[in-house]
Each structure stands twice: as C-alpha cells, then as structure tokens.
C-alpha cells in the first residue's frame, strides 16, 4: 500500500513540475483504484457503494467547482447513508492518503485549465532559459512575465542610472536550470494618489519588463514590436493593470513589451549637486525606460521580435515619456521606428535649481539633511524604504500630487523645454500617433485665473491675463466649461496640435484623434483622461497602490475595442493605422495643415459597431491651434 502511494506522488511531483495535465491526471485518476485494490485496505461487498472510485471522481469534481469559485479553504468531506464501516475505522491514515490525492487531483485539473504545457514557452536568451505563460483563456499567447533588463537598483545603486543587466550573475543564479516566468512581478515603489491612500506598495527591485509573443513563433519571425510604458504622472502605475494578451490573441503578428521603470523620488529624485555625477543622476526613471529600450535592442529576436521594427507607445505620463523619447538626446542611438502618444501629459520639465527645495524637504522628512550632500545621500540609501515612502507623501501632500518628484532639464539628455525643442525641429522624424480625450479635466476654481494659477503656481499676472484673453468667456457657454478648456487644452490637449503641426512642417507622416467614449464605469457622458484604456484593456478600472478592477465589456465595447487595437497594431506593423485597420473602420487620414484630419474614436451610438468619424473628418479649428501657441509662449512660467 505504502508502495503504490509513494509511486503515484512520486509520479505526481514530476507531472505537476512538468505541468503536464495529462499525465497528471492519469495517475491521480487510478490513485483510488490502486490503493483500494491493496490487500489491507479492501471494503466489503456491502461497504462500496459508500465509497468507490467513482465516489473519489465526484470529490475530485466538487472541489474544482469550490477552486473555481475562489473558495479554496473548502473542505473535502465523503458523504455516506450507511453507518461508518469496520474496515474504514481502522484504516482512517490510509484514507486521508486517498482523500489528499483527490484533492491534489482537484487542484491540478483546475490549475491546467489556468495553464498549458508547452516545450515552446521556453525562450533562451542565451544567459537564462524563461517559462513563459499560456493559458486556456488566451491560448495563442506566451507571456514572459518580469524579466529583468537592468541591475536591480538598490543600496548604492539607489537614486543612479540603471547598470545593465549583468548577464553572468543572471546566469550564475539560474544554476542551468529554467527561470519561472508565468507570474507578474512586483511593481515598481508606489507614491501616493492624494486618494487617502499611502504610497510605498511594490519593490525596489523592479526593472522587469513584460513580454508578450504569438505561441510558437520562431526567432527568425521578425515580427513588429510594441513596447508600452505606462502611465501614473510619474508617481504611480502597475503594468499588470494594463495587460496584452488580448491584443496578441486578436492580431498574432507582433511582440508587445511593457515596461516596468522607478516612479516618484525613486527615479526623479534632483537636486544641482547631481549635475556631475559623483552623489546621484538625474532623470533616474527615464533612464530606466531607455535601458528597457536598449535591452530589447538586444534580446527581442529571441522572442521573434524585429529591433529595427519598434514602436513605443504610452498614456499619460507614458505619454508625456515618448514625447521625451522623441526629443531626447541620444546620439546616433536608434531605439524605435514610430511613437504612439496618448493624452500626452505635459508635465513640468524644471530645472534641477527648481526641485532642489524637494530635495530639502525629502532629506529632512527622513532625517538625512546635512550640510554635506554626500553624507545626505549616503543616508537616504540606507533610509528603509517605508521611511522614504513616508517622506515622499509628505512633501507631495505640502505641495500638491501636481508638483512632484518628475523628469528635470539635466542638460545631458534634455537640453531644453519640450515644447521649444519641438518648435525648433529637434526631434526624431518618426511616424506619429497623437492624440487626447474629449474632457481630460475638470474645472477646479472660482474662474479661469484661478484655475490656470492651481496647475501652474508660478504664472505671472502677464501670463494669467494671456490665457485670459487666449479663452474669451463669450466663446464658452459656461466659466465652468471655459476652465476646463483652457486647462485641458494646457496640460495634455495642446500637445496634439503642437505636435501634429511641427510633424507636418517636417514631412514626417503624423496621425492625430479625439478619444470621446466615456468609461464603462462612469455615470459621466464625458471622455475623462484615461477613458481610452477602460477599452483598450479589458474594462482595466484602476485604484491605489498598484491595484485594479477589471470589468466585463459588453458586446459592443468589445467590438470597438477590437477596432482601437486593430488600429493601434496597424500602425506597429506597417507604420499606418489603415493597413490592416478592421474592414468595417472607416479610414484614418493623416493630418496636414491644410485639412487637419482628425479621427473621432467613438462607439456607434446607433448600436452599429461602427466608428464614426467626427463631423466632416476636419475637427481642428484655427481657434485651438492658436489658442496653444499662446500656452507654448508661456512655458517657461510653467514649470512649478
């Protein structure tokens, strides 16, 4: 008896290890079998009925459906009509062997409905060997989940630049054997949302990024390639929030990547002493989005992806990050083919003199601050983590989520403010998906100057009085409206004229649209900011602290949610959103300043599941085009 069981879990071990369903469930199936066939555990006549392998068949049925459910503390128990039989009383040890093995049973039939074995979700990257993820639910997928690009940054790595990833220690530590990679990591150090929440969720130990392929493409596939980098203003984000796998299930012709980089003091911690490099870096976090970058440059053929064939994409400050990329200064270094940005967030780019009273603030919360800026940093990198998180709330509550820890002008791979650099045509002449929401904020004063002074405090009266006189309140049928114009236009919508218009003077293929489908969640008719990834991300409804909610899309969304994506990907494969565009969307044209074409993303209000364009496809008038180069005129006076 002690024999046959030992065998069956011995057999079990190297089945649920192989993640092989097949196998494993043959030998749990004739566990019962077996063991009731031993000599010294055999029922009478009479007794089986009450207990048969049969009976085992039904526990093994009834504890998937309570795994299923979620309850996974619920007890197995045997049911019987008949008084408890002389054999069983004797032999109750025995017994619970068999009951462990049904529930074992129950365990790995619900687990291999999660997963799929399959030889082809190895990838060796020629240091380590990963186990990607294929599930039932999305079974064309393989997803790699947090592979690590860089070093991981912490004790004196703490506030620098990412090291690159060193491939032997990856090695070393893997002792030959396959890295398991079917789980997301955990995410990088949250800040605070002003939420009544508290940052400080997550891990240092955070440079990973995602991967997301086709199942068994081959390395030589060289297919196009995605890579996302999430929003938060650069304080919070999860990318496990917004994940891909329905994107490559619906178009199984290109690799996505998401990218995991540091958020609030962590990566955008600056102070002037940083500018020669001896205590700390500037620009941390952006570093780490260029590293993620450099590592795919390197390792995404193993994965079937093309380098000379990526995209970037992001919303929010993953927005306001590629228009980064596009205007940072990276030599000769080429990391993407095309960008994509959503609701670009126009986040202040100071100077390092200007956060420097962050700095202060940060390094007395903790009890760091010394008049020796190497003894300062020297205490906040063997500051616990908790007592950086605190701090950081700290001075972020004092000043506003607004005015935080975000990228500076470091005069290494940002020379100047945005908005000049792109007037001026430095940036790098690559197709462009541009665009924003329909109401991206909110009115959030008494009137238009007060509501211009709360998102940038330094505005001069001069200042205020232009974006006065920019949003007259006889264009506006209420202040409230005027308000949410000016600051919507001002920190996130301007960036799409901006942009599309310098694209076009440089006859560089540029694309812009208006995101106006509200979240499935909200009981508001308008687009807020971030509406677009509620359908782009499977009811995606993020929280606080690394969370999110996923809701049911209903049939429709589901449609035009296949219609964003299929837009999206067209772009990544061919470098414009038409070519291989669902055939029921109506075509996408460029924007030029003589038509200013602009896409209305809208779900068919008449139930068609057909995007309709806007009016007559011309959306941008000459009224918000000027309106931003008045903002674009005031940007020095938006910086704090």
Not at 301 to 324: M, R, W
Request: include cysteine; charged fraction near 20%.
């Amino acid at each position: 008896m002690r024999t046959r069981a030992n065998y069956v879990l011995t057999r079990l071990y190297f089945a649920s290890y192989d993640r092989w369903s097949s196998e494993a469930s043959s030998y749990l199936t004739s566990a019962a079998t077996w063991m009731l066939k031993s000599e010294d555990l055999k029922p009478t006549n009479d007794d089986t009925s009450s207990f048969s392998p049969g009976a085992s068949r039904n526990i093994m049925i009834r504890h998937r459906s309570a795994l299923k459910a979620g309850k996974h503390q619920e007890k197995v128990t045997v049911h019987s009509q008949k008084a408890e039989p002389s054999w069983l009383s004797t032999n109750k040890q025995r017994i619970s062997m068999l009951l462990i093995l049904a529930a074992c049973a129950a365990f790995l039939q619900y687990h291999f409905t999660v997963s799929i074995k399959n030889d082809a979700a190895v990838v060796d990257l020629g240091y380590a060997k990963y186990l990607g993820n294929q599930t039932t639910t999305w079974p064309n997928v393989v997803s790699y989940l947090g592979l690590p690009y860089a070093e991981p940054p912490v004790g004196n790595q703490r506030f620098r630049s990412p090291l690159p990833l060193n491939m032997t220690r990856v090695a070393d530590e893997a002792t030959g054997q396959i890295i398991d990679a079917r789980s997301y990591p955990e995410f990088c150090i949250q800040g605070k949302l002003g939420r009544g929440d508290h940052g400080g969720a997550g891990s240092e130990d955070c440079l990973k990024v995602n991967v997301y392929t086709p199942v068994g493409v081959k390395s030589n596939a060289k297919l196009p390639v995605l890579v996302y980098i999430h929003g938060g203003g650069y304080v919070f984000g999860n990318p496990a929030n917004w994940p891909f796998e329905h994107w490559i299930q619906q178009s199984p012709n290109v690799v996505i990547v998401s990218v995991y980089y540091r958020l609030d003091s962590l990566g955008f911690l600056a102070t002037p002493e940083f500018a020669d490099g001896s205590v700390g870096d500037f620009n941390a976090g952006f570093w780490d989005q260029i590293e993620a970058l450099r590592w795919v440059q390197k390792h995404i053929g193993k994965f079937g992806g093309d380098p000379t064939k990526v995209t970037i994409n992001g919303e929010s400050a993953g927005g306001s990050s590629i228009e980064l990329h596009l205007v940072a200064r990276s030599g000769k270094e080429k990391l993407f083919r095309g960008a994509i940005a959503q609701s670009v967030f126009r986040t202040p780019l100071p100077t390092p003199q200007q956060q420097e009273p962050l700095f202060s603030a940060l390094a007395t919360q903790v009890g760091c601050r010394s008049a020796n800026v190497t003894d300062t940093m020297a205490c906040l990198r063997s500051a616990s983590i908790s007592a950086l998180a605190i701090a950081q709330d700290n001075v972020t509550e004092a000043l506003s989520g607004y005015h935080a820890f975000r990228p500076v002008i470091d005069k290494n791979v940002f020379v100047d403010f945005p908005t000049r650099l792109i007037a001026s045509g430095a940036f790098k002449n690559v197709p462009l998906i541009v665009g924003a929401t329909s109401n991206e904020t909110l009115a959030n004063g008494a009137d238009i100057a007060s509501a211009a002074r709360s998102f940038f405090p330094s505005l001069t009266d001069d200042g205020v009085q232009a974006i006065e006189e920019a949003y007259p309140i006889s264009s506006f049928a209420s202040e409230e409206l005027r308000q949410e114009t000016a600051t919507g236009d001002i920190s996130v919508r301007c960036a799409r004229s901006i942009l599309a218009s310098a694209w076009d003077a440089a006859h560089v293929d540029v694309w812009t649209y208006r995101y106006n489908q509200p979240d499935g969640t909200s009981h508001s008719p308008a687009a807020a900011h971030a509406a677009e990834n509620y359908m782009m991300f499977r009811g995606t409804h993020t929280g606080v602290n690394g969370t999110t909610t996923f809701f049911a899309l209903n049939p429709s969304e589901v449609t035009f949610s296949e219609e964003l994506i299929a837009y999206w990907l067209s772009f990544v494969r061919e470098l414009d959103p038409n070519s291989h565009k669902l055939a029921r969307s109506p075509i996408w044209g460029q924007y030029t300043s003589e038509k200013r074409n602009r896409i209305v993303l809208n779900a068919a209000s008449d139930r068609s599941n057909v995007i309709k364009i806007g009016g007559s496809h011309v959306e941008l008038g000459d009224d918000e085009l000027e309106r931003c180069r008045v903002a674009a005129s005031l940007v020095e006076q938006m910086q704090n």
